[in-house]
């Protein structure tokens, strides 16, 4: 679809270590179905040593799972891992699927849910899966939006030519084939980044009462508050699905 530009690929970004909430507990009960097998791979992304230690524990029950740690970080936050999945597409283009879902997605959704539509392959008459679809839709969002985040949906969308008031995913928890993937990548890197950077309201502050310090937000990008652009990439993601599938 396009031709990827590894120059626009180049981001100067920074790994810090930091710390999150990790439960102190791990439920040992889970006895898996050894019949079972998926070429599916589901990347659990980890920010630090202690997250990636305690994903390859509480995750290591699912087949399809595997923890990385994310070896860029900048103000795109977790989409900042696009360009290193395109690193090692080698693990991942032969798949059947292939995606992403945070450390901390046992927080969010049922991943008894989501392993049963990977196990079970409920997922074979689709080329996209998204874990966590809202019933919030993009031009009708009932969450709490700033105006400025309202404006930068608007923009995004108007620019990337959408008409599609799709449903919407707070988190990049979805699963695609490995060309789409590559396409999305593509897609999200020379297309959809840029256009947002080129807003001047993306680096304004978002509320948002996440784990990282000022200190921490300053070493990512220099500013001591999250800004809108790791949100909004987040919500218009699947845009590149709901218009080209």
């Known amino acids: 679809m396009?031709?990827?530009n590894k120059t626009s690929m180049r981001f100067q970004m920074n790994f810090e270590k930091k710390s999150y909430d990790i439960p102190k507990q791990i439920s040992t009960q889970y006895i898996?179905?050894?019949?079972l097998t998926t070429n599916i791979i589901i990347y659990i992304l980890c920010y630090n040593a202690s997250t990636y230690d305690f994903s390859k524990q509480y995750y290591s029950k699912y087949k399809w799972a595997r923890p990385i740690l994310m070896k860029y970080q900048d103000y795109t936050f977790e989409n900042a891992f696009w360009k290193q999945l395109l690193e090692i597409s080698d693990e991942w283009e032969n798949?059947?699927?292939?995606g992403t879902i945070s450390y901390k997605a046992y927080k969010k959704i049922n991943l008894e849910n989501m392993n049963n539509i990977i196990m079970n392959k409920l997922y074979l008459s689709k080329q996209?899966?998204?874990?966590?679809?809202?019933t919030n839709t993009l031009f009708n969002d009932k969450s709490d939006y700033s105006y400025k985040t309202k404006i930068l949906i608007k923009y995004m969308s108007d620019s990337l030519n959408n008409h599609i008031n799709y449903k919407l995913s707070y988190c990049n928890y979805f699963m695609t084939t490995p060309e789409l993937m590559k396409q999305f990548i593509n897609w999200h890197i020379n297309i959809c980044l840029p256009?947002?950077?080129?807003n001047p309201?993306?680096?304004?502050?978002?509320?948002y009462n996440g784990n990282l310090t000022e200190i921490d937000l300053i070493k990512i990008w220099g500013k001591p508050y999250y800004p809108h652009?790791?949100?909004i990439l987040e919500r218009i993601n699947l845009l590149f699905f709901k218009n080209y599938l």
Not at 32 to 35: E, R
Not at 95 to 98: H, L, P, S
Not at 201 to 206: G, I, R, T, V
Request: hydrophobic share 45%; charged share 15%.
């Open 128 to 134: 996209f899966f998204a874990f966590n679809q809202s």
């Open 195 to 198: 256009i947002l950077l080129k």
């Open 2 to 4: 396009y031709k990827l």
């Open 95 to 98: 798949c059947d699927m292939v």
């Open 32 to 35: 898996p179905d050894t019949s």
């Open 229 to 231: 652009i790791p949100f």
């Open 201 to 207: 309201l993306s680096y304004h502050k978002f509320i």
